[in-house]
């Protein structure tokens, strides 16, 4: 088995890898140009950097891994992956992701991004404040993050439903008490919820999902947060909706263009709370994706199903 890693690993983890699979010929890419050369022969590829880049010249490669959870950019590469499985880190950054999700609700329950900007203006108004407990909040995707997201919010006192894609029952209490809903009920509950989350891939089916009509659907004063992916939310219909002071808040940590052009209205929407793509934030060795990447190189070599896969198909 030749694996490339598409990224320096630590000694450590160096080791670990050797631990798990003995036999396996591991090359580091040092640079874009070293990596397509070295991707010809791989059988697998760890790592993200250069990917999308060196993908086209792969011949034998039958598993990729990569150390994020959303893949829709390395779905887009063209060619595509052929028959190698793709693995992702799913489960990986659930906790920090849900952590930030919950931190932009606060943010905008509580009015904290007006504050701090009351502060640099040297004003100091009181205002009334929305209280989470006892509100609705809608989370759409019910993966490791949307789950992470609804223990949360439920511990804030909230009412919690959510939405998912393989769910044909009717809406009905699942896993963390929450009312899981599929795609054809989860709009039903709109009217009724105070926050909505996104915590979904960028899929063919997610594109687009919370448009005008979905925002429209909401009761005045509802708050919106996106850490998913961006694309899947309508970005000029959230700031239409904040303008016109139908929404009461916006928090997104994805954007469909990251960042935005530096003429973009985002950048100066008071109701609008923006952070950089940081849900999951950047590392410091020992790197969280790199226990799962020794399990899954111990099972690449010894035939084992491998943990994250993607469904192709589904685009997640
Ligand atoms: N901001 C960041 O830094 C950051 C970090 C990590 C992840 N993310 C994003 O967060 C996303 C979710 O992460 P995760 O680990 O929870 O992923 P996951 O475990 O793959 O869960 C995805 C969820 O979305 C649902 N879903 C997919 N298509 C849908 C549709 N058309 N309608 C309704 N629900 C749909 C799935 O439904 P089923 O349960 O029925 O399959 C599943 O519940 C990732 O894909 C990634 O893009 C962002």
């Known amino acids: 088995v030749k694996a490339l890693l598409l990224y320096q690993p630590s000694a450590e983890h160096r080791r670990a890898l050797e631990r798990v699979a003995p036999r396996a010929n591991l090359v580091v890419a040092e640079g874009e140009d070293h990596a397509r050369a070295e991707i010809a022969g791989a059988d697998a590829v760890l790592g993200n950097r250069h990917l999308v880049q060196t993908l086209p010249a792969a011949r034998r490669l039958r598993w990729v891994q990569t ?14 992956l052929g028959d190698a499985v793709l693995t992702c880190a799913r489960g990986v950054y659930d906790d920090e992701v849900a952590d930030h999700a919950t931190a932009l609700v606060l ?32 989370i759409l995707g019910w993966g490791g993050v949307g789950r992470g997201i609804a223990r949360r919010l439920t511990a804030c006192g909230m009412a919690v439903e959510a939405a998912r894609r393989r769910h ?18 989860w709009r039903d509950a709109l009217a009724r919820t105070d926050v909505l989350v996104s915590a979904l891939p960028l899929t063919a089916a997610t594109r687009g999902i919370v448009g005008a009509a979905e925002l429209a659907a909401l009761p005045p004063g509802a708050l919106v947060v996106n850490v998913g992916r961006g694309g899947t939310l309508d970005e000029d219909a959230v700031l239409a909706a904040l303008r016109s002071g139908h929404l009461g808040g916006a928090g997104l940590d994805v954007l469909r263009d990251e ?10 929407e008071p109701g609008l709370l923006l952070t950089p793509h940081v849900a999951r934030s950047l590392e410091a060795s020992p790197r969280r994706w790199e226990p799962l990447f020794a399990e899954n190189l111990r099972r690449f070599a010894a035939g084992e199903p491998l943990l994250g896969v993607v469904d192709v198909e589904a685009g997640y």
């Open 67 to 80: 150390g994020s959870t959303g893949v829709n950019a390395i779905l887009a590469a063209r060619p595509p």
């Open 107 to 138: 943010a905008l329950a509580r009015g904290l991004h007006r504050a701090r900007d009351d502060q640099h203006a040297r004003r100091w108004p009181r205002y009334p404040l929305v209280t989470l407990a006892g509100r609705r909040a809608l």
């Open 259 to 268: 960042p935005p052009a530096p003429d973009h209205p985002a950048w100066s």
């Open 168 to 185: 044909e029952a009717p809406p009905a209490p699942g896993e963390e008490g929450a009312v899981v809903h599929g795609p054809r009920t």
